[in-house]
């Protein structure tokens, strides 16, 4: 019984210090904590998505990048979040306009 608990802590503190080592660095460099994220694919494109921290329902993580589909180009890519304030005002625009898939 105590290694049981003694496992479901030794869990919780891994899920949080997962959840703070993504978290602390795109905080950093000015990405938010979350929600609506402006990101760029591999292949240059722009687009706004959900991001949780530490949790993804619609793409694969991989630390401070994701793989998930690209609603501008239509193909599976790697993102990254994208400092908003560095974007020019038509590239802003459109990545809020475009939106990848809701959660399902």
């Not at 993504?22 to 687009?47: I, K, N």
């Amino acid at each position: 019984m105590a290694h049981d608990n003694q496992s479901r802590r030794r869990v919780r503190w891994l899920l949080a210090a997962g959840a703070v080592a993504e978290t602390v660095p795109l905080w950093r460099r000015g990405y938010g904590l979350g929600g609506t994220v402006v990101v760029r694919c591999r292949a240059g494109h722009f687009f706004s998505t959900l991001w949780v921290p530490a949790a993804s329902v619609k793409s694969l993580r991989l630390g401070p990048w994701r793989v998930q589909r690209c609603p501008v180009g239509h193909h599976w890519t790697v993102v990254t979040p994208v400092d908003r304030t560095r974007l020019r005002q038509d590239q802003l625009t459109q990545a809020l306009a475009t939106r990848d898939m809701r959660v399902p």
